[in-house]
């Protein structure tokens, strides 16, 4: 008899999830603790963690084996659930010695396999729909569309210092998510960056009320936020430019594709500007001295390229993009 302990790591939990037909994407299924989720779990929150060949739900927190997945997902008892997985998977040879040398064999294949996965995709797998707090702030406080944080992929990141560790343990290379460390224990949404389709950052945005707020993995941001957008425009094309992601958002919510953000002007790099000489460039930036200031270097820059530059004012009662939407 295989013991227990090395049953629930001898198949892979994955394939334990297919077989019960659930549908997975990227990692995430359904969870079936739905009534303890705010919005009945819409966008799926149980994670499958291919690690540790466990599951937990981002959203409720429950959590399990392969064998408490059987359970829940077939309702029945757990020595029906051991005979289950026994009758399954033969394949894993579920008697002592081949059991362990197939738990040791799907380690190492997992390994492999998951080294090739970029840390920063893995953690977004463990980021949930926008909800709770995250909701209550992007949507109700910033007027910002459900449809466009979809669309853009803005994430959501709640849960106990606990798990953000178990998170950070259970993804290789995690190093260069160790910013997210400062923001234990406060939720926080998530904006990716994206350049060539490659997750080249993530930019976290904490909720509570501890400083500082934003956090990047991996130090400066390497291109302005919705970079790929460019490649979609024609030359001549409107391109808007606006400080900060939040602004962005703002005017896609309000109709306008066509945007990069930037981080803060201290942080913008000339070379990003070179890229943008095709377009006719309307530069977006706060309504304050220091917006001022990132407006006439970035359309310093920008006229250097040879670009169309058109400057938005904003009415002198708005701050930003974002209060336009507000106000
Ligand atoms: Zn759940």
């Known amino acids: 008899m295989i013991p227990l302990r090395e049953l629930k790591k001898a198949v892979p939990i ?109 953690f977004l797998d463990y980021c949930g729909p926008v909800w709770g707090l995250g909701e209550q702030y992007l949507v109700r406080e910033r007027g910002l569309r459900s449809e466009v944080l979809d669309k853009l992929d803005i994430t959501f990141f709640q849960s106990s210092p606990a798990s953000l560790g178990e998170v950070l343990d259970d993804i290789p290379r995690s190093s260069v998510l160790q910013p997210f460390f400062g923001f234990s224990g406060d939720p926080f949404v998530v904006y990716p960056y994206r350049s060539e389709g490659e997750t080249a950052c993530l930019q976290g945005r904490r909720l509570g009320k501890s400083e500082p707020r934003f956090m990047n993995t991996g130090g400066d941001i390497p291109s302005p936020w919705n970079i790929d957008i460019t490649k979609s425009l024609s030359d001549g094309e409107e391109l808007w430019i606006t400080e900060g992601v939040i602004d962005g958002l703002s005017l896609m919510s309000g109709g306008i594709d066509n945007v990069v953000s930037i981080p803060a002007a201290a942080t913008f790099k000339e070379d990003w500007t070179f890229d943008f000489a095709r377009f006719t460039c309307v530069i977006c930036t706060d309504n304050d001295i220091a917006g001022k200031m990132a407006s006439d270097l970035i359309s310093a820059y920008l006229l250097r390229q040879g670009a169309n530059v058109k400057i938005a004012h904003l009415p002198s009662e708005c701050n930003d993009a974002n209060s336009l939407l507000t106000s």
């Open 14 to 122: 994955i394939e334990v999830a297919r077989l019960l037909n659930l549908k997975i994407k990227s990692k995430k299924i359904s969870c079936y603790n739905k009534l303890e989720h705010k919005h009945g779990d819409r966008h799926p929150s149980l994670v499958l963690q291919t690690e540790k060949n466990s599951y937990r739900c981002m959203a409720c927190g429950e959590w399990g084996s392969i064998l408490d997945l059987v359970m829940q997902y077939r309702g029945c008892e757990f020595r029906d659930s051991i005979d289950w997985v026994k009758k399954n998977f033969p394949q894993y040879g579920l008697d002592r010695r081949q059991g362990l040398l197939a738990a040791l064999e799907n380690a190492k294949r997992v390994k492999g396999k998951k080294s090739l996965v970029n840390p920063l995709d893995s």
